[in-house]
């Protein structure tokens, strides 16, 4: 009796694995590098986007760090149809992270999830927009950079 | 004499979409005269001399004008405004727009048309409901029947009473003019829709898909003419004066009003312009020739 019990606990303990979901892998960006480190993106993303969003609204700072458009562009990831998928795929690259999280994300419900799709013209050329953010990382970053500091500072943290 | 603007009851759609029921209210009525034969009538032999002479001056400053006004009306001869990224926008420039309603052809369409392909604003089936950044207005003399068409939008008043009702700071004016919405902060009470004179806001009742990148507009907020502010930070012009230029009317005109030597500047400076309900105090940066 007692090792018909002993067996039982035994097998309750050792037998059913623990369930852990594997960690995110986000898409990688185009380039070399982000604008800024790995570690730092992956607890800081958030201030850099509403630093810059504030300077952009209501100041017309339009630099290229962190500008929301540029991630979108360069951490595009292209779907079954080759398109860049929308925030609808769970393979995007912000729902990556976020789903994992448990972190809703409602940015996108005004912005847009994946860069301005290319127009074909009567020539046959590709058109894009001339206003179109190119999202290269490293123009003008240090700058952003050290004015997001300055914001974060005079914010305490 | 009065003038009265109003707002067409009928859409493309024809009378299927209901837009017949919209609430047309008349947004302005403006006491300027629409044309000047009529409206001098009544008046003293000296203000016809100076009348006179006024049209003889404007005449002869057209002609030496010309050159300029022909290359501004393409849009290019500002496009020397684009400041450096990283620099906020200052109070030195105030954006303005000048729109000569007596080169605005009847019927045309195309400022429309361009605003909503810039924006991302799909055509709009319910006039009542349904986001217009800007419109066409059929504007009629009731008492001779005399029509003209003129372009309306925001009037980025330096007075923005939108601004002045918002309840938590989303609604806000540019250090350069521009008035424009913060989608983050507003909270869809639509307060500023009803203390905007010029029915200039909409409100996106429902949720939107594939907006432009530069131009995120969402569901719950309320919107107006950006004056594409972000055509203008790169140093653009907006999207309905580049239209007009290109159909040749060139009805439209942007530029900076603070800056004596811009081509805005010069025309208002040296034809008699109207800003619609100027009597209000709202000091609009929109001016108007010919209404």
Redo the contacts between chains.
């Keep these: 009796m007692a090792v018909a019990f002993l067996a039982t606990v035994l097998a309750s303990v050792v037998v059913v694995p623990p369930v852990v979901a594997e960690p995110p892998q986000p898409a990688k960006g185009r380039g070399d590098k982000c604008v800024m480190p790995t570690d730092w993106m992956r607890r800081n993303h958030m201030k850099g986007l509403i630093h810059h ?1 504030r ?1 952009a ?8 760090t962190f500008d929301l ?1 540029g991630c ?1 562009d360069c951490h595009q990831v292209k779907g079954d149809d080759g398109k860049p998928v929308k925030i609808s795929s769970p393979k995007h690259f912000c729902r990556t992270c976020h789903d994992y999280a448990g972190v809703r994300l409602d940015c996108f ?4 999830s994946r ?2 799709q290319k127009t074909e013209t009567t020539t046959g050329q590709l058109e894009r ?5 190119t999202g290269l990382p490293g123009h ?1 970053g240090e ?2 950079v050290a ?1 997001l500091n300055r914001y974060l500072e005079g914010a305490g943290k | 004499m009065s003038m009265k603007f109003e707002f067409p009851e009928t859409c493309s759609e024809g009378a299927a979409c209901g837009c017949a029921e919209s609430d047309a209210r008349p947004v302005a009525v403006a006491p300027a005269p629409t044309d000047v034969e009529h409206a001098t009538v009544n008046v003293d032999p000296v203000e016809v001399g100076r009348r006179w002479f006024l049209k003889a001056s404007a005449a002869f400053t057209t002609t030496i004008l010309a050159p300029g006004v022909t290359l501004m009306a393409f849009g290019e001869a500002d496009s020397a405004h684009a400041k450096p990224a990283d620099q906020p926008v200052s109070a030195k420039q105030r954006w303005g727009l000048l729109i000569d309603a007596g080169k605005c052809e009847q019927g045309c369409k195309a400022c429309v048309t361009a605003c909503n392909e810039e924006n991302g604003i799909a055509t709009p089936k319910n006039l009542a409901t349904d986001a217009q950044w800007i419109r066409t207005l059929q504007v009629k003399n009731p008492e001779n029947g005399s029509t003209f068409q003129m372009p309306f939008m925001c009037q980025h008043c330096s007075e923005p009473p939108c601004v002045d009702v918002c309840p938590t700071g989303a609604s806000f004016r540019r250090a350069d003019g521009i008035v424009l919405v913060d989608r983050h902060i507003c909270i869809g009470c639509r307060y500023c829709m009803m203390a905007c004179p010029y029915k200039a806001r909409s409100f996106v009742h429902e949720p939107l898909h594939d907006q432009k990148p530069e131009v995120p507009r969402g569901k719950g907020c309320v919107e107006s003419c950006t004056m594409c502010v972000h055509r203008v930070d790169e140093g653009g012009t907006p999207a309905c004066v580049e239209a007009c230029a290109k159909t040749g009317n060139a009805a439209m005109i942007f530029g900076d009003l603070h800056d004596p030597n811009s081509e805005i500047a010069k025309r208002i400076a040296t034809y008699r312009t109207t800003r619609v309900r100027a009597d209000l105090g709202t000091d609009p940066g929109v001016f108007y020739q010919n209404i």
């Design positions: 969003r300077e609204v209501h100041e017309g700072i339009r630099t290229p458009n979108i419900e005004c912005h847009a860069p301005e927009s001339p206003h179109h953010h003008g700058g952003d004015a």
